[in-house]
């Protein structure tokens, strides 16, 4: 599988962004889907996941305010973030899984105050 993740870019606080992983090389349906950030100086963490079946979970930090979901017919998962903090800085990365892990390139995310 391979993973672009675009979307990202420079908004300042209280705004919003949608990230999307666009997946090729296999049949998308059947991964799990996951979003992860870092930010720099930090380990790279949680952020949302959405299971093959739909099923979604949110790291507390983003609950409420990010929404994950995904388009099998265009093998892309989206993550959306409203209501951006400072915290929120960081590289996001996508993870498609199974058994085995394949994660994307990232695309930077920098929220402004």
């Known amino acids: 599988v391979q993973l672009q993740a675009s979307g990202g870019g420079l908004v300042q606080a209280g705004g919003s962004l949608r990230l999307s992983c666009a997946a090729s090389?296999?049949?998308?349906?059947?991964?799990?889907m996951s979003w992860y950030r870092q930010a720099p100086g930090k380990q790279r963490e949680f952020v949302a996941v959405?299971?093959?079946?739909?099923?979604?979970n949110y790291a507390d930090s983003v609950k409420g305010r990010f929404t994950i979901s995904r388009d099998n017919a265009k093998n892309t998962v989206y993550l959306q973030m409203n209501s951006l903090k400072r915290e929120d800085t960081a590289v996001y990365y996508c993870?498609?899984?199974?058994?085995?892990?394949?994660w994307g390139q990232g695309t930077q995310v920098t929220v402004s105050s």
């Open positions: 993870k498609a899984w199974i058994r085995d892990e394949y």
């Open positions: 090389g296999s049949i998308f349906s059947i991964y799990h």
């Open positions: 959405i299971t093959s079946g739909g099923n979604t």
